[in-house]
């Protein structure tokens, strides 16, 4: 069955760094768009950031383009979010989601597009 396995989460002071990494199995995942999405306490789970099927193309919310950075391995089954400049609006569980893409390019950012998720990392940047 497919499996999507977040890692890389933990607590960091304002400013710092995280790499966060999605393991991929029970998929081929150079057929899949990716994305990550994140929810805080009380809040809807929203858009991070998505990448197509190459990694050609990316898309990221507003609040974080400049300072996240989606990536993929294809050929490891893994896709990463690095997070710089962390600040304490970005605590949140985050959360990687695969959607099978018949276009190299699209990218999604729509959470009810995703067919499969992962159980979520927990990200806290504390001021």
């Known amino acids: 069955q497919v499996q999507l396995v977040e890692s890389g989460g933990g607590l960091v002071q304002s400013g710092g760094s995280l790499r966060l990494s999605c393991v991929a199995s029970?998929?081929?995942?150079?057929?899949?768009?990716m994305g990550w999405f994140r929810q805080a306490p009380g809040k809807e789970r929203e858009f991070v950031a998505a990448?197509?099927?190459?990694?050609?193309?990316?898309y990221y919310r507003a609040s974080v383009k400049g300072r996240f950075t989606i990536s993929r391995d294809n050929a490891n089954n893994t896709v990463y979010l690095q997070m710089n400049s962390l600040e304490p609006e970005d605590t949140a569980v985050y959360y990687c989601?695969?959607?099978?893409?018949?276009?190299?390019?699209?990218?999604?950012?729509?959470?009810?597009?995703?067919?499969?998720w992962g159980q979520g990392t927990q990200v806290t940047a504390s001021s």
């Open positions: 990448i197509s099927r190459s990694g050609g193309s990316t």
């Open positions: 029970g998929l081929t995942l150079d057929t899949y768009a």
């Open positions: 989601a695969a959607k099978s893409s018949s276009s190299g390019s699209g990218i999604y950012t729509i959470r009810t597009s995703y067919d499969y």
